[in-house]
């Protein structure tokens, strides 16, 4: 599928004539196209039989979280880096495109999971190439470090990403100007430059971000001196990251209490690396395996980085084994039970993770509660659930209770689910990249027929994923 000058706006005057709603939809629809087209999806449309439960195996590989990052650790590298196990997804395919317009050489193997990056030969992107290839993707960002080591310069375009509250990025402009970045913002996106170089910093940042601690510590690598980042995010992910940036030469130490110290060294090599699976993935089929009544192994993933999650599938009634080369998520019988969940930074209950189990709380027996800790508007995907006849209550003040582990938040929200309530088929339109993969997990369990569409939006994030249904025996036309 190819997007062409017929798939965007004519003039001025047809803009104005559009409501921000209508706006809104069209710049989605516009977003799924492009990033299913990146991944070779030939429809934006999928049509779903519910109500059969999904059963056999798929791979889960490498997590979009690490993999799109390490592409951009390789800018900082004297010599090529190797990147194995690495997605079919769209946002791998930005990052690839960000790293050629910057000269970066990226060659693949024959089933393309294997990324050679060769960057001998960094270069100024023109502005407005950057600015096209980006999209609505938050990843231009972190290669600001990066160029400012490499060039001197840096450019990003305005940020998009999807559309579930407020990620403002000043953690990480305040984090670039303490290492001596001068910012200005233009109406174009924001120019960077260190006149003097990039210095070690103290830095303590006032949320555990993860998108600002991967900043730090792709800039701090190659600063000049120390640099002691406080409150920092300790995701896996993050260690990884951390893992390729010592094989590259980086001094890293992590300390308790969420305490990074970087020891700043004159060059990087590259790294030769097979990135952490996606966590994410994996607990989305787990999560479809119970609400459908299913059972699915999940080949790749590891127990250690899935503990809470499992924890949580188990109270719900979900049943798991653990192996060697994944893990087997089912739904043993009964009923599910309902939960109290609070999501929060790791090792806390992912917010990524809510949406999905979501769906299968909604065929649990009694009141389940989520209190979502991290971002201010991510219950948006309940209305499509609710038209599919789930009773879901959505507090945009949030509620207290009695117990909490993580503590109350300015903007936290709250969702309430009543079940079981059955469910049945509706036509969606895929908001965003987890709401959407929800989406496809209430369609799947539904009776009746449903209509999915912005399907490129679940390309994000979701390597295969229709492949991976036909794999797992659902019912649904998928049409090129």
């Known amino acids: 599928m190819s997007v062409s000058k017929n798939d965007v706006f004519e003039s001025d005057a047809e803009l104005l004539k559009r409501s921000p709603e209508e706006l809104e939809a069209e710049g989605r629809k516009l977003?799924?196209?492009k990033a299913g087209a990146r991944v070779g999806l030939t429809s934006d449309e999928i049509i779903i039989n519910g109500g059969r439960p999904l059963k056999g195996r798929i791979e889960v590989r490498g997590a979009k979280n690490l993999a799109t990052k390490a592409m951009v650790a390789a800018l900082l590298g004297k010599t090529p880096s190797v990147l194995r196990n690495v997605p079919n997804i769209s946002d791998v395919r930005v990052v690839a495109g960000l790293l050629a317009l910057h000269g970066v050489l990226i060659t693949r193997n024959e089933d393309q999971t294997e990324w050679r990056l060769d960057p001998s030969n960094v270069e100024v992107a023109h502005q407005a190439d950057i600015d096209a290839h980006a999209g609505s993707s938050r990843i231009p960002i972190l290669f600001c470090g990066p160029l400012l080591h490499r060039l001197g310069e840096a450019f990003i375009p305005d940020l998009g990403g999807c559309r579930i509250g407020d990620r403002p990025i000043d953690f990480h402009l305040d984090a670039l100007r303490n290492f001596g970045a001068v910012i200005e913002k233009l109406p174009s996106g924001i120019s960077l430059t260190a006149p003097n170089g990039l210095k070690g910093a103290n830095i303590e940042l006032p949320y555990p971000s993860v998108g600002a601690t991967e900043q730090v510590l792709l800039t701090a690598v190659l600063a000049e001196g120390q640099t002691e980042l406080r409150n920092a995010a300790i995701e896996p992910e993050i260690i990884d990251l951390i893992c390729i940036l010592q094989k590259m030469g980086a001094i890293?130490?992590?300390e308790p209490n969420r305490v990074i110290f970087i020891e700043g060294v004159p060059e990087l090599r590259g790294y030769d690396h097979r990135a952490i699976f996606d966590r994410n993935e994996a607990a989305s089929w787990a999560a479809a395996a119970l609400a459908t009544k299913g059972d699915v192994f999940v080949g790749g993933v590891k127990q250690e980085e899935m503990m809470t999650f499992l924890n949580v599938f188990r109270k719900v009634g979900g049943d798991f084994d653990v192996?060697?080369?994944?893990?087997?998520?089912?739904?043993?019988g009964g009923a599910l039970k309902p939960v109290t969940i609070e999501t929060d930074v790791h090792p806390g209950f992912m917010t990524d993770w809510q949406q999905p189990l979501v769906v299968a709380l909604t065929q649990a027996e009694g009141t389940?509660?989520?209190h979502e800790t991290v971002y201010e508007n991510r219950f948006g995907f309940?209305?499509?659930?609710?038209?599919?006849?789930?009773?879901?209550?959505?507090?945009?003040?949030?509620?207290?209770g009695d117990t909490r582990r993580v503590m109350r938040r300015e903007f936290e929200q709250a969702a309430v689910?009543?079940?079981?309530?059955?469910?049945?088929?509706?036509?969606?339109?895929?908001p965003d990249l987890r709401g959407?993969?929800?989406?496809?997990?209430?369609?799947?369990?539904?009776?009746?027929?449903?209509?999915?569409?912005?399907?490129g939006i679940i390309s994000r994030g979701y390597e295969n994923f229709i492949e991976k249904l036909r794999l797992?025996?659902?019912d649904f036309v998928f049409e090129s």
């Open 323 to 332: 192996h060697d080369d994944g893990i087997r998520f089912w739904h043993p």
């Open 382 to 400: 309940t209305d499509a659930l609710n038209k599919m006849g789930a009773e879901i209550t959505v507090y945009k003040d949030g509620l207290n």
């Open 436 to 455: 959407g993969f929800s989406h496809l997990i209430a369609a799947l369990t539904a009776e009746g027929q449903s209509k999915v569409t912005n399907l």
């Open 417 to 430: 689910i009543t079940g079981p309530t059955p469910l049945t088929g509706a036509d969606i339109e895929v």
């Open 252 to 254: 890293i130490t992590v």
């Open 368 to 370: 389940s509660t989520i």
């Open 31 to 33: 977003d799924a196209q």
């Open 472 to 474: 797992l025996g659902a």
